[in-house]
């Protein structure tokens, strides 16, 4: 199979996998959230925080170490590499569990001391499959990781729904949460011994010493850009307290973790491919570019099409409880449109062996961003917080295509700027037609409105961007339907 052929078929089963679990996990938090409170909400995200540490401290960038190493790795290799997470997950859930004082100071909720504890055991759990999706992916097979991703989240959102139908308040998102871990976690270590990737006891540290540096600098630097991209939840919880936590938990998922999930599927099947083709840079640059656009055409649209949206769509799925994260989620559905091209940056870095300058980057924007978020949580409360992500968002899009991407791939200021604004200038004018036309449907009902707004924004992107790029269009077709293929 051609590499085309390859990252086609990748699309193809990620995006099938984004879309039902994006779904599902929505339809999730439109129960849940007619079931819980904002606390409730709140203190999942507390727990949130602190899990996403430990889980990149108990993988330590080892899996996408795997995929950018240039060679097939051997048996003893895997082995080692896969008994070091394990001890790794464990060293986590120490530390943590030990760290419990320290975190309901700084949370000041005391609940948190019986929560933690359970939730952390997702730690022990999840590296023991991290090495076999890393090979999975490696081997561009990502129609097995689908069917994982979507299991996963159809066994989490209904055993979360199920517990919160029955009382269990907080415990049963604890409980989501850690039931999808066990069922992916499972699911992985039946394939792994169907492909025999399963470890043996023969290890050597000397054999995987190249390896974990890589890992090292991967695992620095997410941890950086993780405590950067999480920061405003942080302070948040520990100025605002859980209430507005879970108000802005709320929109967060809303907004933010479903175009987390559509950036999946782009970058998950463009590392592989960018590792591959790291040493030629004319290629390297076409699919950067071309990753860039995709994520901007698919992102855009949806996002700001949300914010359009979002009294409607609050007051029909969540119920007035959940009013006042209109505002926030608006100005965060553009904070998001922008990220997305941040996203598409750390994929070349990684994938072009780099993740040193990802470390700095994030190590500079660790004294910046905590700043920002922290006037803005002071001056503004949630919106103050979501606007100050937002201006700074803009200028690190700006400032690093000099940082990075001039480096790596070559001058390409006027592309670079094309390919992610064009397609987000024609969101925002669809946008402002949506409201536009919401003001005129305000005596209908929310119900029927809703979907007429829907309709409206899907049809006029699309109609527009295939009257305007219509060279692309028909590529991004070509490549759902694993036709030619080829990157501008």
């Known amino acids: 199979m051609s590499l085309r052929d390859a990252a086609s078929r990748g699309v193809r089963w990620t995006t099938c996998a984004t879309i039902t679990v994006s779904i599902t996990q929505i339809g999730g938090l439109v129960v849940l959230g007619r079931l819980l409170s904002p606390t409730d909400f709140g203190l999942i995200a507390m727990i949130a925080v602190i899990s996403g540490i430990a889980e990149m401290f108990s993988q330590m960038g080892v899996g996408d170490a795997i995929i950018q190493h240039p060679r097939t790795l051997g048996p003893v290799q895997l082995s080692t590499l896969f008994w070091i997470n394990c001890a790794l997950g464990m060293a986590a859930y120490v530390v943590v569990f030990l760290a419990l004082p320290v975190i309901t100071t700084v949370y000041r909720e005391p609940m948190l001391d019986r929560l933690i504890p359970i939730a952390a055991i997702s730690f022990v759990i999840s590296p023991m499959g991290l090495q076999i999706s890393a090979l999975l992916r490696k081997s561009l097979r990502f129609e097995l990781l689908a069917f994982i991703e979507v299991g996963k989240a159809i066994v989490s959102t209904g055993t979360a729904i199920v517990g919160a139908s029955i009382g269990w308040g907080v415990w049963a998102l604890v409980a989501g949460q850690l039931s999808g871990t066990i069922c992916a976690t499972a699911a992985l270590l039946f394939i792994g011994a169907t492909e025999k990737w399963l470890p043996s006891f ?194 690190l899009v700006l400032l690093w295509y000099p940082v990075a991407v001039q480096r790596l791939v070559g001058r390409c200021f006027w592309p670079y700027i094309n390919s992610f604004f064009a397609p987000t200038i024609m969101a925002a004018v669809m946008g402002v037609a949506v409201w536009q036309t919401g003001s005129l449907l305000k005596t209908w009902p929310q119900a029927i409105a809703l979907p007429a707004l829907i309709s409206v924004g899907v049809a006029g992107y699309v109609g527009a961007y295939y009257l305007i790029f219509r060279a692309q269009f028909k590529e991004y077709a070509s490549l759902l339907l694993n036709r030619a293929f080829r990157p501008i």
């Open 202 to 395: 023969n290890w050597k540290l000397g054999e995987v010493r190249s390896i974990l540096s890589f890992g090292g600098y991967f695992f620095a630097s997410n941890l950086v850009n993780y405590i950067n991209s999480r920061i405003d939840q942080i302070l948040i919880g520990s100025l605002l307290g859980a209430q507005e936590l879970g108000y802005y938990s709320m929109a967060f998922n809303f907004v933010v973790q479903p175009a987390a999930k559509i950036n999946t599927v782009l970058t998950q099947v463009a590392f592989p491919i960018l590792a591959r083709v790291r040493d030629e840079k004319t290629q390297l640059k076409r699919w950067y570019l071309k990753m860039l656009n995709i994520l901007a055409t698919v992102n855009a649209p949806a996002l700001i099409g949300l914010a359009a949206v979002s009294p409607l769509i609050v007051s029909v799925f969540l119920g007035e409880q959940w009013s006042p994260i209109v505002p926030v989620l608006q100005i965060l559905a553009v904070f998001t449109v922008i990220r997305s091209a941040g996203n598409a940056g750390g994929t070349l870095v990684y994938a072009t062996g780099n993740a040193r300058l990802a470390l700095f980057w994030n190590i500079g924007l660790l004294t910046a961003i905590p700043f920002a978020v922290f006037v803005g949580a002071r001056t503004g409360g949630l919106l103050g917080v979501s606007v100050a992500l937002t201006v700074i968002q803009t200028g």
